[in-house]
């Protein structure tokens, strides 16, 4: 009895053993089936060598993705291609320089801003990836089939466009014609041999052995010159001009020194003599100002206190300037009147003015 309990215990602990590693297995693998994945595929028509199913796919270098299918059109979609179509899934978390909801949202924008992808490797002979980005010249393959999940467009690889440029080089090579170069380079070393033998080396080297010598005597006629007296003195006498220069201006620098002092002390001299004039014309034109405001506010009394007066001395110029204006006219009409009649009777202030009117009219 005590060895079947014992059997049955072991029997519990194995079970519950196996369920508790089977739990930690479906907890740890349960982010994994439940990651929510975005299928994409693309098409390459160059090799893809080193890319294996399981490879990442990256965005500048951060992985958005995993490799699932490596196949070909024509196994997958049943149609005559060469191309070769690789078919990769896009993690939740898949941004590409874009915002949305969904993976699909976001490459579907990044798409029409000119994102593609492309086969890229680590290293020079590493492991295949794909790469995507939006640099470089994007030419889409034409497909002949409906895609069945989001299409991605690619460009050449690294490799590819390399091995084109060196195909392209090889070509142009090949098509140069070297022959036609050849026969340019002797007809120009023909040429070229042809001047030179046309050249007088005689002349020229005459020429040249004159020019050294003319070269050579100027040599020895500035070197002269410079050694004589004459020039030696001379350049004592500049030392010496330029020694009693430099004294006269220690000389003079002291009076100038002073001058300057004067001239700055009769500026100020100058400023205080110019204010206490300003603030003595100030003074005066205002005693004149009030002067003037006193005499005519007198003026201005004396008229208003003898305007009665003022009024009858006007009548009276008014009155004589009248009589003077008739005597004139007189005078005029009868010029001896003056002399041999006795004097006219005296008129009325309105009589003459009419008899003014009359004769003026």
Excluded at 38 to 57: K, P
Excluded at 61 to 88: C, H, R
Excluded at 145 to 156: D, E, G, I
Aim: aromatic share 8%; charged share 25%; hydrophobic share 35%.
């Amino acid at each position: 009895m005590t060895q079947k309990a014992n059997f049955f215990k072991l029997g519990l602990f194995a079970i519950i053993t196996f369920g508790l590693g089977a739990a930690f297995l479906i907890a740890l693998g349960a982010g994994h089936f439940l990651q929510k994945e975005t299928l994409a595929e693309t098409c390459f028509n160059e090799s893809v060598q080193g890319l294996d199913i399981g490879s990442e796919v990256k965005y500048r270098g951060v992985k958005i993705g995993t490799v699932k299918t490596i196949t070909t059109p024509t196994k997958f979609y049943n149609i005559p291609s060469d191309y070769v179509l690789v078919i990769f899934s896009l993690s939740d978390d898949c941004y590409v320089g874009q915002t949305g909801e969904t993976p699909n949202i976001r490459m579907k924008k990044a798409i029409a801003q000119n994102l593609s992808v492309y086969l890229a490797f680590k290293g020079l002979t590493g492991a295949a990836y794909l790469e995507t980005d939006y640099a470089g010249q994007r030419t889409p393959l034409d497909i002949t089939w409906q895609p069945k999940n989001l299409y991605v467009p690619s460009q050449k690889s690294t490799k590819k466009r390399l091995g084109d440029a060196i195909t392209q080089i090889t070509s142009n090579l090949s098509e140069a014609k070297f022959d036609g170069m050849a026969k340019n380079i002797k007809k120009l070393i023909l040429t070229l041999n042809q001047k030179a033998s046309a050249l007088d080396v005689t002349q020229i080297s005459n020429q040249t052995k004159d020019l050294l010598k003319e070269i050579r005597q100027t040599n020895k006629t500035l070197a002269a010159t410079l050694t004589s007296e004459n020039f030696t003195r001379l350049i004592a006498d500049a030392q010496a001009s330029f020694t009693g220069l430099k004294t006269i201006i220690n000389n003079a620098k002291e009076p100038l020194d002073n001058t300057l002092k004067d001239f700055e002390k009769t500026a100020g001299n100058t400023k205080k003599i110019t204010t206490k004039l300003e603030a003595g014309l100030t003074k005066n034109i205002d005693t004149m100002l009030k002067n003037l405001d006193k005499t005519s506010k007198m003026l201005k009394n004396m008229i208003w206190l003898n305007a009665d007066t003022v009024h009858t001395t006007i009548e009276n110029f008014e009155d004589t300037s009248e009589n003077l204006k008739q005597l004139s006219i007189e005078l005029k009409r009868y010029p001896g009147r003056l002399l041999f009649e006795s004097p006219p009777k005296k008129n009325s202030p309105e009589k003459i003015k009419e008899e003014v009117k009359t004769d003026e009219n």
